[in-house]
T-cell receptor
Framework: DAGVIQSPRHEVTEMGQEVTLRCKPI?????LFWYRQTMMRGLELLIY????????DSGMPEDRFSAKMPNASFSTLKIQPSEPRDSAVYFC??????????FGPGTRLTVL | TQLLEQSPQFLSIQEGENLTVYCNSS?????LQWYRQEPGEGPVLLVT?????EVKKLKRLTFQFGDARKDSSLHITAAQPGDTGLYLC????????????FGEGTQLTVNP
């Protein structure tokens, strides 16, 4: 299997622009997680899905952030409008109903 | 409030030295995992411990889960430059479904 695929790997945008991050989980995995990693706050869970349904979005910072999973092989995390404080590495991870999560390579977002 | 406290945050040692990284909490976890993350990549699972007092070995790495399932340690014997990376502990709680809580990480540098 190719593992979790994320795109883009790097994104540089200006404050106020819309940003869309994409994730393709490992085939057969029914859990999908979005994390954000910064030096200050470490790795934070933003939201996770089970069978394409959002289960826990309590980590989503504010209304500017939204996530969707239209089918079992694709998810998006959207930030609109983006702000400099959103600069971070965003990871997608997937799993079956075990504790083992498989992480993608991440998207490094820089908001100027 | 950080649910999982890791120490030390930074560790720089010489090749061949031994080291121990700690992961502590006041909460009980059903299982605890250790991940290693290298620059530009996502975390990769090293081990999962599920039983209080459990010890697992992975070559030169020894992982221990505390008897009360509130803490864990990672011991590396004769560290090598290839061990350099960010080590993260993550706990799963029975009441949190598939959600993992990550510690802030320990950045280990092994100098040749």
């Amino acid at each position: 299997d190719a593992g979790v695929i994320q795109s883009p790997r790097h994104e540089v945008t200006e404050m106020g622009q819309e940003v869309t991050l994409r994730c393709k989980p490992i085939s057969g995995h029914d859990y999908l997680f979005w994390y954000r990693q910064t030096m200050m706050r470490g790795l934070e869970l933003l939201i996770y899905f089970n069978n394409n349904v959002p289960i826990d979005d309590s980590g989503m910072p504010e209304d500017r952030f939204s996530a969707k999973m239209p089918n079992a092989s694709f998810s998006t995390l959207k930030i609109q409008p983006s702000e400099p404080r959103d600069s971070a590495v965003y990871f997608c991870a997937s799993s079956t109903y075990t504790d083992t999560q498989y992480f993608g390579p991440g998207t490094r977002l820089t908001v100027l | 409030t950080q649910l999982l406290e890791q120490s030390p945050q930074f560790l720089s040692i010489q090749e061949g030295e031994n080291l121990t990284v700690y992961c502590n909490s006041s909460s009980v976890f059903s299982s605890l995992q250790w991940y290693r993350q290298e620059p530009g990549e996502g975390p990769v699972l090293l081990v999962t411990v599920v039983t209080g007092g459990e010890v697992k070995k992975l070559k030169r790495l020894t992982f221990q889960f505390g008897d009360a399932r509130k803490d864990s340690s990672l011991h590396i014997t004769a560290a090598q430059p290839g061990d350099t990376g960010l080590y993260l502990c993550a706990g799963a709680r029975e009441t949190s479904g598939s959600r993992l809580t990550f510690g802030e990480g320990t950045q280990l540098t092994v100098n040749p």
